[in-house]
């Protein structure tokens, strides 16, 4: 069987996986938003399914897969519950920007004892250069994942010296270098844990060091250390589509719970609501088109990217600009359809347990990500089809 046989074949065992754990999130909802945060036996479940760590190289543990796999998982997952489907991507997806890192490091965080990384590249925080590394000191917030990580990543703008210009660098640390500060008090995807954390004056050294001018060129140590090709390819043109494939996912799972409770209520002829049927028929049409919109565009998008990834072919500045407007746009889509499934749902959506509510809070949450900006999204693809430059920085 031949190597992309092989994989696609992984690919579709791991989504039947995901879909098996869909029940088993929908009843533990309610648990994982009183916890703000995703319960250890939770996330368990995701490694004995075999959902974790699935991008590694193989002689790390790793079924060695592509990343289209990874957002379909966590699409299904997300129907399931939509913060254990962000933690999951973010931490799964991860796994490609440390094995950007030069291979002493994979040794490192892949031997942990919870081999994952948590996050933060919003460079708030300060790194100066000293021999052998940085000395990094700052608070970064949005750090999905912590509570199951032993590493983290946060961004830095630094120079390498006093005659280099300010540039982003992304630095590796233990989590032992850092204090978590339990700040996460939110209305959407509270069940991440993405709380903040604190670092005073930790050193870093060069090993732990990216320079992000680097990371967008495809020229970091790790590429020569695996021979797929994700190891060669930028993580930022995956990114947007890490961050939104759990919105499709979410909407879905509203969807579907709807219809389902909408038919057994009609099925017993419910007078007050049975009287109704017209305008949730509607309701239910016209989320319905929305969500499968956003599917199609996500999907389209998705495939080719990871596609040209895999096989090592260029991302032209056309097609990444097109998928940052799908992306964003596919964000609108999803507000729009969990706004029209709240209409559906009535006084019952308004009730703490109800999922279709949870989820509008969730898909919201989603879209106030920078990766669902439609402004910026939208002009940086206005520019370049008339002839101009992509405008975004992570692109």
């Given amino acids: 069987m031949a190597v992309d046989e092989i994989q696609s074949c992984a690919a579709l ?9 869909i029940p088993y999130l929908r009843r533990n909802q309610p648990r994982i938003h009183a916890a703000r945060a995703v319960p250890a036996d939770v996330f368990a479940r ?3 399914a075999g959902l974790l760590g699935v991008i590694r190289p193989r002689r790390f543990g790793g079924l060695e897969v592509g ?5 379909r998982v966590a699409s299904l997952l997300a129907q399931g519950d939509g913060s254990t489907a962000w ?32 996050s933060s590249y919003i460079p708030t925080g300060k790194a100066v250069p000293v021999d052998g590394g940085y000395r990094v000191t700052g608070k970064w917030s949005f750090c999905s994942g912590i509570d199951h990580s032993d590493w983290l990543i946060v961004g830095a703008v630094t120079a390498a010296d006093a005659e280099s210009a300010p ?54 140590p790790g590429g020569a250390a695996h021979s797929s090709p994700l190891y060669r390819s930028s ?22 719970a709807l219809i389902a409770e909408a038919t057994e209520r009609l099925g017993a002829g419910e007078p007050g609501f049975t009287s109704k049927k017209g305008p949730l028929h509607a309701r239910i049409a016209e989320a319905g088109a929305c969500l499968e919109a956003a599917e199609l565009l996500f999907e389209r998008g998705a495939r080719e990217t990871c596609g040209r990834i895999m096989r090592e072919e ?15 746009y596919v964000g609108r889509l999803c507000r729009q359809a969990m706004d029209t499934l709240m209409g559906a749902a009535g006084g019952r959506g308004i009730r703490q347990e109800s999922g ?22 939208a002009a940086s693809f206005g520019s370049v089809v008339t002839g101009g430059p992509i405008t975004e920085p992570f692109c």
């Fill in 356 to 377: 279709v509510q949870r989820a509008l809070r969730d898909v919201y949450a989603i879209s106030a990500h920078p990766a669902s900006s439609w402004d910026s999204a």
């Fill in 167 to 220: 540039s982003l660098h992304i630095l590796l640390l233990p989590k032992s270098d850092v204090d978590v500060i339990d700040d996460w008090d939110v209305c959407g995807l509270v069940g991440t844990g993405s709380k903040s954390v604190a670092i005073s004056d930790k050193f870093v050294p060069d090993s732990r060091v990216l320079r992000n001018d680097d990371v967008m060129a495809g020229r970091t």
């Fill in 235 to 256: 993580i930022w043109p995956l990114f947007g589509f890490s961050i939104l494939a759990p919105a499709t996912g979410i909407v879905r799972g509203a969807y579907e």
């Fill in 87 to 118: 933690v999951y991507v973010v931490l799964t997806s991860h796994d490609h920007l440390v094995g950007l890192y030069p291979q002493s490091v994979h040794e490192a965080v892949w031997a942990s004892q919870h081999p994952a990384c948590a």
């Fill in 46 to 48: 995701l490694g004995e």
């Fill in 314 to 328: 260029p991302l032209t500045p056309e097609l990444r600009v097109r998928n940052r407007r799908d992306q964003a």
């Fill in 67 to 71: 990343p289209h796999a990874v957002l």
């Fill in 13 to 21: 065992e791991l989504e039947d996986r995901a879909r098996s754990l």
